[in-house]
């Protein structure tokens, strides 16, 4: 079982490949910049494709989408979100997302045909839900929401594949992007997203679930 995750060189992305690496599993973590680590820049496509030839011929069973930007906290709504954010949040949210599954299907296809059943998990956010739209961080939140779009489209797809897509609310986690006041510790949003990453089969494809096992309102 090979598990892939993107943005692993802090906060969740790190936590959880830590805790699979523990748990015995061979883990390819990869970061943008980061010594030891696979190369990986989600908003540059040709660091994604380089990434699908380096991997070409190795099946990956799980792939974890988390790498993932918030940069319009303090956004005004009258004068700010400029052009400029909403493309770079876009680039790194979504179509890095994307761009990341296309590129490594061929690795999720083998993992099938090694008999271990693949997965692809989406680390999206509860703000990204059009039943918790409570204003604010428009940028941020239509990426999320894109996110999930694309991982209720991709269930659809990919179901006749044999590969599940599992889209997750990692908590509001005490990190970089969460900050100090969060609610939930990085070792509690992964231990509960590992757990709900292992347990995604085709039976619940396209499920929209927060790291405790919540399901979340689209
Ligand atoms: N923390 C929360 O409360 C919370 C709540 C809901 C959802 N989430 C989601 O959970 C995921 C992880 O968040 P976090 O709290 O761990 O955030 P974080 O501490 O800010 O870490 C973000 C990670 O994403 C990576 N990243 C950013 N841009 C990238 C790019 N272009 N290519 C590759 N990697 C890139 C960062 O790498 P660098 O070190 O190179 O920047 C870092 O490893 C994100 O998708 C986030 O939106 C978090």
């Known amino acids: 079982m090979t598990i892939l995750i993107t943005g692993a060189n802090r906060g969740i992305g790190k936590g959880l ?3 699979w690496r ?5 883990v390819i973590a990869t970061a943008r910049s980061e010594p030891g680590m696979e190369s990986l820049d989600v908003a540059e496509p040709d660091s994604i494709l380089a990434l699908g030839k380096r991997l070409d011929g190795r099946p990956v069973s799980t792939l974890v989408c988390n790498a993932g930007i918030l940069l319009d906290r303090h956004e005004q709504l009258d004068n700010g979100y400029p052009a400029e954010l909403w493309e770079k949040h876009f680039q790194v949210n979504v179509t890095g997302v994307f761009l990341t599954v296309q590129a490594l299907l061929p690795n999720l296809r083998l993992a099938l045909a090694n008999g271990n059943a693949p997965k692809i998990a989406i680390i999206s956010s509860k703000l990204g839900s059009q039943a918790s739209a409570s204003g604010g961080r428009y940028i941020y939140r239509a990426s999320k929401a894109a996110a999930l779009n694309l991982g209720r489209n991709l269930a659809m797809d990919l179901r006749e594949h044999g590969i599940a897509v599992g889209i997750y609310h990692p908590g509001w986690v ?5 900050g100090s006041q969060a609610e939930v510790s990085v070792a509690q949003s992964v231990d509960g997203l590992r757990r709900q990453i292992d347990d995604l089969t085709l039976a619940e494809t396209g499920c929209f679930k927060a ?5 979340l309102p689209f």
Do not use: K, P, S
């Open 17 to 19: 490949a830590d805790g």
């Open 211 to 215: 790291w405790n096992g919540e399901d």
């Open 22 to 26: 523990q748990a015995g599993a061979d």
């Open 174 to 178: 005490a990190t970089d992007m969460g």
